[in-house]
T-cell receptor, first 119, second 112 residues
Framework: GAVVSQHPSWVICKSGTSVKIECRSL??????MFWYRQFPKQSLMLMAT?????????EQGVEKDKFLINHASLTLSTLTVTSAHPEDSSFYIC???????????????FGPGTRLTVL | RKEVEQDPGPFNVPEGATVAFNCTYS??????FFWYRQDCRKEPKLLMS???SGNEDGRFTAQLNRASQYISLLIRDSKLSDSATYLC?????????????FGAGTRLAVHP
């Protein structure tokens, strides 16, 4: 149980295009999902918290107009990198909390990540 | 100062060795603590939670010192399969939701 999938697992795109990454909780419902970015040899950096049915909460320094987040259902959140540039190339990972667990339950289940390369 | 700091390593140890990793965190109000393991180019996976009284899971022992804001992970009888990056993770419990703050990780390489 507690499986999170991401699609695509890797993507290469041209500079200026937009890329959408999907994060799905396969066997549980998640009112809250998280989007992280990880550059080589660096830690995972939380970009935003995705809340089902409401606006995402972005971390300081993350441009909400560049990284569009939509959490339209209890099992799906999407991250769209708009007008991607080479500096957006990174490993994007999502995670999800099981809504049926109490708010004090902290474990997050991670997706396998999406490797984005912008040429 | 980073919120969670770790020695990046790498720690190169032979099979069977005991190795210890340390981590410090800056937010004294932090509530929950974890060690995650991340293999190369993969997502992090929860290794164990860290409790105030210290806890053990097989060959792995985690300890927390709230006064010093310090967390440790001890691995006994290292296996080749333990080679990975170990991430110290803290939940500051701020902002009304349970976000996780990750350290940059400590790389472990176990050799025959």
């Amino acid at each position: 149980g507690a499986v999170v999938s991401q699609h695509p697992s890797w993507v290469i795109c041209k500079s200026g295009t937009s890329v959408k990454i999907e994060c799905r909780s396969l066997d549980f419902q998640a009112t809250t999902m998280f989007w992280y970015r990880q550059f080589p040899k660096q830690s995972l950096m939380l970009m935003a918290t995705s809340n089902e049915g409401s606006k995402a909460t972005y971390e300081q320094g993350v441009e909400k107009d560049k990284f569009l987040i939509n959490h339209a259902s209890l099992t799906l959140s999407t991250l769209t990198v708009t007008s991607a540039h080479p500096e957006d190339s990174s490993f994007y990972i999502c995670s999800a909390r099981d809504s049926d667990r109490g708010s004090s339950y902290n474990e997050q289940f991670f997706g396998p990540g999406t490797r984005l390369t912008v040429l | 100062r980073k919120e969670v700091e770790q020695d990046p390593g790498p720690f190169n140890v032979p099979e069977g060795a005991t190795v210890a990793f340390n981590c410090t965190y800056s937010n004294s109000a932090s509530q929950s603590f974890f060690w995650y393991r991340q293999d190369c180019r993969k997502e992090p996976k929860l290794l164990m939670s860290v409790y105030s009284s210290g806890n053990e899971d097989g060959r792995f022992t985690a300890q927390l010192n709230r006064a010093s804001q310090y967390i440790s992970l001890l691995i006994r009888d290292s296996k080749l399969s333990d080679s990975a990056t170990y991430l110290c993770v803290v939940n500051p419990k701020s902002g009304g939701y349970n976000k996780l703050i990750f350290g940059a990780g400590t790389r472990l390489a176990v050799h025959p």
